[in-house]
């Protein structure tokens, strides 16, 4: 028996790490951890908010408590500059940032942007580290992902493990879709939010958003390269601008009949029913039921679809729309304004 155990330790195959190897790799894994660890923590904070509490019902309580509620960020300039969530901010009336150091600062928010999860805050303090963004077009699945936060309350917690897939799509809190997402299995917990993800050598690879909470080894970071676009857009004009063309809608399914009878292959659309009166949107030739197939020669099969396409770019700038009306195309023409 023991010649047997002898044996397995041995290479059974070319370039196979025998049990040295195995615990210099194992060092190595731990090193680069610790060394991000080392080199990130500095940067990252605990977010303690107060919200506004729902009116009580109750006619004898003479004083609303604010909602608490908590969350993590990163420095990203020296000047004070934190990334972090929406959500996490969102509606806050008291901002306060505490740093590693014990240090406590009461926060501004300089920036919101629901449509990504993705806000800026600022803090009044000198001597602060702060961590820089990786290009995240260039990550691999499979890679080291490292996330750091403060889940549940438990400051400055730290978790591994890999990029599990990249170009996921999550739906945020405004109803949009937010195209360029990490999965990873790092584990995340309530609190981990605004956190960072960073890859072997410290550099911010996302921005944790979310956690599939029934699911083990779900969780979620908008990429690198969407968070500086638009936290680029929230320091300098402090919103990121998308045009509006005051409508609400829906995506209901073509009938096949109908789709071949107007030499169409879209197999949905987004069906008109409401428009918005005094949306400052040129959108007087829609009508309630219309059903839009195209904005500016691109197919539209969803809400979806249209919102990528109502961009910064798409701001008073006429654009030609197809819809369905009475089983017969028209051609259209709107003009959307900015999203406010």
């Known amino acids: 028996m023991i010649n047997f155990l002898q044996d397995q330790s041995k290479e059974t195959f070319p370039g196979a790490p025998n049990k040295y190897n195995d615990a210099e790799l194992l060092d190595a894994y731990s090193?680069?951890?610790v060394a991000v660890a080392k080199h990130a923590s500095d940067a990252?904070?605990?977010?303690?908010?107060?919200?506004?509490?729902p009116k009580s019902k109750t006619k004898n309580l003479r004083r609303r408590r604010g909602n608490g509620g908590a969350g993590s960020g990163f420095i990203i300039s020296s000047d004070g500059l934190i990334v972090t969530n929406s959500h996490v901010i969102n509606q806050a009336t008291r901002i306060e940032v505490n740093l590693q150091d014990g240090r406590q600062f009461m926060a501004k928010l300089i920036g919101d942007d629901p449509a990504t999860d993705i806000a800026i805050i600022q803090i009044n303090a000198e001597n602060l580290s702060t961590l820089s963004f990786a290009d995240s077009d260039h990550l691999q699945v499979g890679q080291m992902a490292i996330a750091i936060g403060n889940?549940?309350?438990?400051?400055?917690?730290?978790?591994?493990g890999v990029v599990s897939a990249l170009g996921r799509t999550l739906r945020s809190e405004s109803g949009r879709l937010i195209d360029d997402v990490i999965q990873t299995d790092a584990a995340l917990n309530p609190g981990n939010s605004g956190g960072p993800l960073v890859n072997?050598?410290?550099e911010v690879i996302g921005v944790n958003t979310a956690v599939i909470l029934p699911a083990q080894g779900l969780c979620f970071a908008v990429a690198s390269n969407l968070v500086q676009y638009v936290a680029g857009k929230l320091i300098i004009e402090g919103r990121v601008k998308r045009g509006y063309l005051g409508i609400a809608g829906q995506m209901v399914q073509i009938d096949k009949r109908m789709g071949k009878m107007l030499q169409i292959n879209s197999r949905s659309g987004v069906l008109i029913q409401e428009i918005v009166p005094d949306a400052n949107a040129y959108n007087v030739e829609l009508r309630t039921g219309d059903l839009i197939i195209s904005y500016d020669q691109n197919k539209i099969e969803s809400i979806d679809d249209l919102h990528k396409l109502l961009d910064e770019t798409s701001i008073s700038k006429a654009a030609k729309i197809k819809v369905i009306r009475n089983r017969k195309i028209h051609e259209l023409v709107v003009i959307p304004t900015e999203l406010r």
Do not use: D, E, M, N
Not at 44 to 53: F, G, N
């Open 31 to 33: 090193q680069t951890v």
């Open 44 to 53: 990252v904070v605990h977010i303690k908010v107060t919200k506004p509490s």
């Open 151 to 160: 889940p549940f309350g438990f400051q400055y917690s730290l978790t591994a």
């Open 200 to 202: 072997s050598r410290g």
